[in-house]
C-alpha cells in the first residue's frame, strides 16, 4: 500500500511538472500545450475561407451586406458611411489584425511589449520620434472639431473591435497563436498613429545626413560640381549656412553621430520596405483625344517594399451616403489611398525631394538649449517601453523648439560612452509640424473626401488636407486630367529673424540656435506645382524632379529619382497617337531599360574600337560576355530585362560597377558608402566627356585613364564577379538571380511566398528589385466606371493572411504571371459568400 | 444489479476503459472552444479510464490511446471541414520540417497520448489505494 501511495506521488508530481512545461513557453517556441491541442493551431484552417454569415451589433444604424467576389475582395453595401466603416473595421481585422497591430505598435514604440527585447532599440527611436505623442494631440482635435470624422474613425474602431469580442480560442488567428497572445482593442489613435508610420516611411529621412557628410568630406568644388542645384537660378543663400556650419569645428563629432543616427535609422523596421532600394511609383493619365475609347485613361503602380500579408487590402466601399469607391486601403486605417469611384480616379507616387526633415545642432545647457538668443528649458518626457519576458525600460525624450533629440538614442549616447565625442542634434518633420486646422494636416479628412469627390473641384478640396509629398495624378469621367504635387513643403527664413525665401532648402544639418534656417510656413496650397488639361493631353511622374528652375519654391535636388522610368513613360506616351487600356497595362509591365539604352551602345563601340582598332585581345570568358551583350543589342529583347536572358545580369553588374570605378575618389575622401552624384551627371560625362577626369583610375599613378579604360576595367571586373559568384556563364540567366520573394511579417520563411524569377529591373517602369517593386497596379478607363470592365488591379498577395487560405496567395500568382483582376462594380459575377451586418 | 462502487472495485476489460476514455477526451477537449486549458483535462479524461484497470501498464495504455484515439476523431473532423494538412505543411515548414507535416500532427497526437496516459497512470493508483487492490 505504502508503495502504491510513493508511487502515486511520483506519477502525480511527474504529471503537474509535465503541464506546467506544456504551458510555459521556450524561446519561439509556443507553449506547446495551447498550441497543439485540437482546439489549439489546429482550428486554423478551419478559418481559411468565407461562409455566409450574421453579424449582429448594437451600434449599427441599418443594415450591411458584405458580398465577397472570386478574389476574395470584399464589396460592402452599407446605408450610412458609420456603418460602411464599421464593416471595413471588421473586414480588415478578421482578415489582416496581425497586420494592424504591427502598424500600430511600430509608430508607437510598442513592439517590444510583443516581440521582446530585440525591439527595444526601435521603440526608443519612435518614441524619440514622438508619434504617439502628435497621434494623440490629433485625436482629441478631431474629437472637439472633426467629430463628423472622429466618429467615422470611432466606427472603424467599433467594427475592428466587435471581430476581437468574437475571438473564442478556436479563433484567433495564427500569429497570435504562435506568440501566445491575445489582441488588444483598436482605438481611433490607432488609425492615426499609423498616419505618421506611412508618412515617415515615404519621407526619405536620412538625405541631409547624407549631404552635411559629403560637405564634410569632399572638396567644396566637387561637392558643387557633383551635387548641382536644380533649381537654376538660385541666389548665392548656402553660403551663411555653410560658413554657420564651419564653425562646427569638430568634425569627428558630427560625423560620428551622422553615422549613429544613419545607423539607427537603418537597423529600424522600414514598414513600406528599405529606403536603400528603389522606392518609388509610376503614374500617369491620358485625356480623351489620346485614347480609343475617348475617355481619359489612368494607371497608377506604387513601388513598396513587399510584404505577405500585403500593404494593401482591395475592397469596394458603397454607402446611401455618397461613397460608391473601389482601390487599396491600408489595414488600419478605413480610407481608399488609390482607386477610383464612379466619376474619377487617382493614383499616387512619392515626391524624391529632401524637404521634410530637418536637422538642428542643438546648444545644450544640462536641462536648456539655446536659442534666439537665450535658454530655454528642454520639453521633456518620461516613456516607459514594456517588454515581453523581460523588465520594462524606462528613459527620457527630450525636446527643443524644433523637435526631438534624436541623438538622446542609445545608439549615440552608447557612442559617448565609449569616447566618442557626440553632438546634440534635433529633427524637425513636416508630419508633426502642421497646423492641426489648415491645409495638409490629416489624410483621414483628406481621403475620406477624395473617395467621395466627383469632380476636380471637390477632389482638390480634399487634397488640401493630404499631408504626405505625393505627385497625385488624377483623371475624370467629364475628361480632365491633373497632376498635384503636394503635401507641406516647408518655407526657410535664414535665422529667427530673417525673411521667407523659398529656395532656402534645409538640406544639410543647421546651427539650432535661431542663426540658422527656421521655418516660415509651407508653400501655399494653391501654389503647389500641378498642372491641369495640359496642351500636350497627357500627364505623368515616376519620382522625378518636380519642376524646373521657374518655380519659386524649393522642394528637393539630388534625391530625386534617376529619371530612367519617367523618360520611358513619357517616350511610350509620344509613340502612338491613341491608348488602350491594354496599352496602359503593357506600359506597366514594361521591362525595357532606358538606362541600357544610354549607356549599352557606348560601351559596345568601346569594346570594338578597343579590339578591331587598338588589337587588344581579352580573355575567353571576357570575349563570351561581351557577345552576349553584342546578340542582346541585335535581338527584338534589344534593352530588356527579360528573366530567360544572359545579357540583362551582365548589363546589371557592369553599370554599378562602372558607377563605383568611376567614382573611385569617394573611397580616397573617406566617403565610400555615401549616395553617389545623380546618374544623369554620369550619363553626361559618358556621352560628352570621355577625357573627363572622373574616369581616371585613382589607383594607377602617373597615368591618366579616360572613359574606355574604365568602362572596359568594369566590364572586366564585372565577368570576374559573376565568374566567381555564378559560375560559368550559362549560370548568368537573369532569372536565376532575380526572384520575387515576399517575406512574411514575421520572417517566417514557411508563410513567405516561393523565390520566382521575374522580369524587369530596379529602374525599368516594371521596377522590380527581389524583395519590392509594383506593390499594386491599377488601370483604369473613365467611361462609364460604375461597369465592370473598366479598370482592373493586381498586387502580390492575397486577400486574406490565413495561410491556407485560397485567397493567402491567389493574386501573387496573377501577378507574378503579369495579369490583373477585374475590378467588379455594378456585377460580382461569382459571390463566393455574404456576411451580413444587423443591428441588434 | 452491480453497484457504482462494485463496478470500480472489479477488473473492467480493457475496451471499456479504453471506450470511457475517448468519451470523456472528446467531451472534455471541446471545452477547448471557449477555454484555452481545455487541454489539460485530458489528464483526467486518461484517469477515468485508468481507474478501471488494474495494471499500472495497461492503465497507462488507456489513457494514451483513449486520448489520441479521441484527438484523432477531431482531426479528421479538421480534415473534413479544412485544409489541415496543407496547413500541418506550413507548421512543419516554421520548424525547419518542410514538407513534413505529419511529424507536427503525430507531435500533438503524442502529447494528447501522454497527457492521458499520466492521467490513465494516477488514474490507476488511486483506484489501487481506494480499493487497496494492490
Redesign the interface.
Known sequence: ?K???I??II??T??VG??VI??ISFGVLPA???F???????????N??YHDMTIKDACLNGTVTVYFDEYGVPHIFATTDHDLFFALGYLHASNRFFEMDIFRRVPAGRMAELLGESWINTDKYFRILGFHRAAQEVVEYMRENQTDMYNLLQAYADGVNKYISTL???KIPLEYK?LGTMPEPWSPFDTIVFKYLQSWDLSGNLADLDFTLLQEKLPPAVFKELYPNYTLGMEPFQEPIIQEYTTLQEENVLVSTIKAIKALEETRIHILGDLRADLGSNNWAVNGSKSVSGNPLLAGDPHLGFQQPSLWYEVHMVSDEGYNCTGVTFPAAPVILIGHNDHIAWSLTNVGGDSHVDFYEEMLNGTHYYFNGSWHPLKTYEEVIQVKGGPSVTFTVRETIHGPLITDHDLVVNLTKKGFPACNISLKWTGTNVDLNGNFSNEMVALYKMNKATNFAEFNEGLRYFGAMQNVVYADDSGTIAMTVTGPFPIRKQGVTGVANGRLKGNVIQNGTGVGEEWAGFIPFNELPREINPSRCWVSSANQPSINGSYPYYIGENTFDRGYRARRINSLLQSKAKFTIDDFKTFQLDIYDFSASQFLPILLDVWNYSVNVQGKTYDPLVADAMNELFKWNQSDQRYLFNKSWIAPTIYDQWIRTFEQDTWDEFSAWGASGLRLPPVGILENLTKFQPDSRWFDDNSTAGTIEGRNYTMLKSFNETVAYLQANYGSIENWVWGNHHQIYVEHLMG????SSPRIPIDGRSGTLNNQWETGGPSMRLVIDLGDASTSDRSYLIYPGGENSN??SSHYWDLFYLYVANQYHNVYRSTIPIVEATWTFVKG | MMGIGEFFKEEQSFLKGLLITILAAGLLQFLGMVWTYAWILMVGAGFLGGFLIKKAGKGFLVGFLGVIIAWLIYFLIYWIIGPIWEFADVLAGLFGLTGMGFVVVLLSLILGGLLGGLGGLNGHYIASIIFETD
Open positions: 500500500m508503495g502504491t501511495i508511487k502515486e506519477v502525480a511527474g504529471t509535465f503541464i506544456l504551458t506547446l500545450g495551447n497543439l491541442n485540437p482546439f489549439g493551431i489546429w482550428t486554423v484552417p478551419n481559411a475561407e473564442s480560442p478556436v504562435l517566417m520563411e514557411a508563410l495561410p491556407v
